[in-house]
């Protein structure tokens, strides 16, 4: 089944269940935006959240837990920065990322944030003044770049 098609169906079967992505990762055990992952096609559903995930979202057939057990092609279609809200996204990337670069060596020298051993959730709260605010929380595993030191190798 092409990636698409995947991604419709199995957006039409949790807008079906009535249920959002808070209530599914509260069920899962699960960030709600992995949970969003697992409806785009862009992250594995593991054996021990099947069996809840199809009670969750009845409309979920064989076929498409099929599909969603296997190891996902992770893309993205390059017009998405197109959308507004990915794109603001972008841009407070792009705007902050060499203060928040300076402030991750700072606090813990020279790596990365993996991307891999990675959380991140999306809350509503209310500001100061009453308006609604978005929390975005990006927790991920740190990774040091290593020194890259000399490796023999036998050759047989």
């Given amino acids: 089944m092409e990636k698409k098609e995947l991604v419709t169906k199995l957006l039409a079967a949790r807008k079906d269940s009535g249920k959002t992505y808070d209530e599914l990762g509260e069920g899962l055990g699960l960030c709600n935006v992995y949970v969003a992952q697992l409806f785009h096609a862009q992250a594995q559903l593991k054996p021990e ?25 992770r893309s993205y279609d390059p017009t998405i ?9 972008t841009e407070v990337c792009l705007h902050y990322g060499d203060s928040i670069k300076e402030v991750m060596n700072e606090k813990f020298g020279d790596g990365i944030m993996s991307a891999i051993d990675f959380k991140i959730t999306l809350d509503k709260i209310k500001g100061d003044k009453g308006e609604d605010r978005m929390v975005v929380k990006m927790n991920g595993k740190f990774l040091p770049h290593i020194e890259q030191a000399k490796q023999t190798v036998s050759v047989k």
Avoid: F, W
Avoid at 49 to 73: F, H, I, N, T, W
Avoid at 81 to 89: H, L
């Fill in 49 to 73: 959240s099947e069996a809840k995930l199809v009670q969750l979202v009845p409309g979920l057939s064989e076929d498409l837990v099929a599909e969603m057990r296997k190891c996902p092609m």
């Fill in 81 to 89: 920065i197109q959308e507004p809200n990915i794109y603001r996204m």
